[in-house]
């Protein structure tokens, strides 16, 4: 960071007395700030480009940056290439520790590349994968991002519709898929679930098991060890596609630009993280969220990224510590939940060898308690907590190393994020809560919603509506007087499962199935210590009640079609839904309620369809 701040402080004659001056200097310079990072980190070009940023009269959500640019990613990941460490360490609960050399890495690549030629996967082209949190998985990706084409990837503990839901969005040719995963010492067998993904995804023309003999057959084809081909992409082009979701239809196919991802991460790892060459770079995640995108960026800093695959609980609660120390991570990341649990726990984890220059948090708030936790555990790490989003793929507030850290609070709002908290008149506040509003365009912001394309509406609905022009992205956040910053959590119905994003559609979708159930409504609540709840809130037809098989049948629904994390924590018998005039469920205004609003601040009664049911949601507060 102080690297970069005095190439800047040279380049544009530049004098900063703090970092605040430095971010000020970044929102008002944005083009000169990111020409500076794409300079510094010595961006391979194979194109000049004639604009850095080029902004449209429709206003910034049209945004194109480093116009005429074009670029690979995965070139970037190999210029670290290096025969004194590795490119990847591995662990997952039934497999010994395993180093990946970078030569390994290498000829693996080329082989899934070459293979994909042969299978006419050209650029613009869409693979994904079912997969598991392998280094397999960072070669399938790495090959496939190397002639240009679009990734797209979800974990084995989503079901079938899930998946479906997401991947047939953007008619996919090949899929790469783990038909067994085993997770807190259990095993699981997705073949069926192959099956049935690709029966439902009419544009896939081949499906490729890894571990299956085909899979050793082709990285078993003789190589030359012949250099790996890079295509580069134009710097707007798509690199791959994640998935999040709102409160009605199919989860929104989230789809970010290459240079976008490339100069983030640059900025967010190198700078705000101090991850150095050399390093190990350690987050705990699945395929299905962000953070595994984000974590392999480490290799862009020349960092050895190290995975774990499987439950942070087994073989016992110290399993992703001890994993950490046997391979000596320098930067450990989790969920906030996990260091609550681990804190929770009672862990005493000071006598282990772990030497950690960060530990990262993301996910949801971390509380107070956990931040003097950590800190007495690892007195000489730098507690990084971080918020942004699927929708960047990055952190819009996150660590600077040479701040003071606060507990409770996050440091600092990252170099150019022109981050602001509004108030419900749409005006600037500091030190008092409002929504986290963004003025200004970031190169990771999506380039488009896959088939959203032509209109950009969804786009433009999910993050433009709430302030004109302005990036909502429905949080709560209080930036304070030192320029510290406070995440209340989410300020829409949009449900938070330790960093996962989930539509409350996907809940419905399985509870409209169970003929017993009426209608339903679900709710995440942010807790004081950190933590968050999810109650299921079930109108059962008449002749039925909550029963504890009913518990148990719902509960089981839910994990067999989405995922562990659609399950709720509670589900609650109610007599009646409420409903707007409009027939909208009230999920909003029921959050709201349940979180201590009055009762006018909550609800508009004249706007309800029956507004004589929200006497019971009152009493059920009170008890």
């Not at 449209?56 to 074009?70: I, N």
């Not at 693996?108 to 293979?115: E, P, S």
């Not at 994993?323 to 000071?350: C, P, Q, T």
């Amino acid at each position: 960071m102080k690297r970069f701040e005095n190439f800047v402080s040279e380049k544009y004659a530049q004098s900063f007395n703090s970092y605040h001056d430095f971010w000020l200097w970044s929102i008002d310079n944005l083009s000169d700030f990111w020409e500076a990072i794409f300079q510094f980190f010595q961006v391979i070009n194979h194109s000049s480009y004639s604009q850095v940023l080029a902004l449209p009269q429709e206003g910034f959500f049209k945004a194109k940056w480093f116009v005429g640019a074009e670029i690979s990613y995965t070139e970037h990941i190999f210029r670290n290439e290096n025969a004194d460490r590795p490119a990847i360490v591995f662990q997952a609960e039934s497999q010994l520790l395993r180093e990946v050399s970078w030569l390994e890495l290498k000829i693996q690549v080329l082989a899934i590349q070459k293979f994909l030629i042969e299978n006419g996967i050209t650029k613009g082209d869409r693979v994904v994968g079912y997969l598991t949190n392998s280094p397999e998985t960072i070669a399938i990706f790495l090959a496939v991002n190397s002639l240009g084409a679009i990734w797209s990837c979800c974990s084995p503990d989503f079901g079938t519709e899930s998946i479906i839901d997401r991947f047939s969005q953007v008619s996919p040719k090949v899929l790469f898929a783990n038909d067994v995963y085993q997770y807190n010492g259990k095993t699981f067998d997705k073949s069926k679930a192959i099956d049935e993904i690709s029966a439902g995804i009419n544009s896939l023309e081949d499906v490729v098991i890894v571990d299956s003999l085909r899979w050793k057959s082709l990285l078993a084809i003789p190589l030359d060890i012949e250099e790996l081909q890079f295509i580069s992409v134009a710097f707007n082009d798509p690199i791959w596609v994640l998935y999040s979701s709102g409160t009605t239809g199919k989860p929104k196919a989230i789809t970010h630009s290459t240079g976008g991802i490339l100069l983030e991460h640059f900025k967010a790892l190198a700078l705000h993280q101090n991850v150095i060459v050399g390093d190990r770079f350690f987050w705990y995640s699945t395929t299905g969220w962000m953070m595994w995108n984000y974590a392999i960026s480490s290799l862009l800093c020349g960092a050895t990224l190290c995975l774990y695959e499987g439950s942070p609980a087994f073989p016992n609660e110290t399993a992703l510590w001890d994993f950490s120390e046997k391979v000596g991570v320098d930067h450990f990341g989790g969920g906030a939940a996990y260091y609550i649990h681990s804190m929770k726990s009672g862990l005493n984890l000071r006598a282990k060898s772990l030497n950690f220059k960060t530990i990262g948090s993301t996910g949801s708030p971390l509380p107070i308690e956990a931040f003097y936790w950590l800190n007495g555990q690892f007195p000489n790490a730098q507690i990084v907590s971080l918020s942004g989003g699927t929708d960047v793929c990055s952190a819009f507030v996150a660590g600077c190393p040479y701040l003071p850290v606060n507990a409770g609070e996050i440091q600092c709002r990252t170099l150019g994020s022109a981050v602001f908290a509004y108030n419900d008149l749409g005006e600037v506040v500091t030190d008092e809560v409002g929504e986290l509003v963004i003025k200004k365009p970031m190169p990771s912001m999506p380039v488009f919603f896959w088939n959203d394309n032509q209109t950009d509406q969804k786009y433009f609905e999910s993050y433009f509506n709430n302030f004109k022009n302005l990036w909502s992205h429905g949080d709560w956040i209080k930036i304070g007087k030192n320029d510290g910053v406070t995440i209340f959590g989410r300020s829409d119905a949009t449900l938070n499962r330790g960093g996962v994003r989930i539509g409350t559609a996907e809940i419905y979708q399985v509870l409209d199935g169970i003929e017993e159930i009426k209608d339903s409504l679900v709710i995440c609540l942010d807790k004081e210590d950190g933590t968050a709840e999810m109650p299921l809130f079930v109108q059962f037809t008449e002749g039925f009640s909550l029963t504890e098989e009913f518990v148990k049948k719902i509960k089981t629904e839910l994990r067999t079609q989405f995922s562990p994390r659609h399950v709720p924590d509670r589900i609650y018998a109610v007599p009646e839904i409420p409903y707007t005039l409009s027939g909208k469920k009230m999920e909003i205004p029921v959050k709201r309620l349940m979180m201590g609003y009055e009762l006018e601040k909550a609800v508009t009664l004249d706007a309800m369809r029956n507004p004589e049911s929200i006497k019971w949601w009152l009493e059920f507060r009170e008890k």
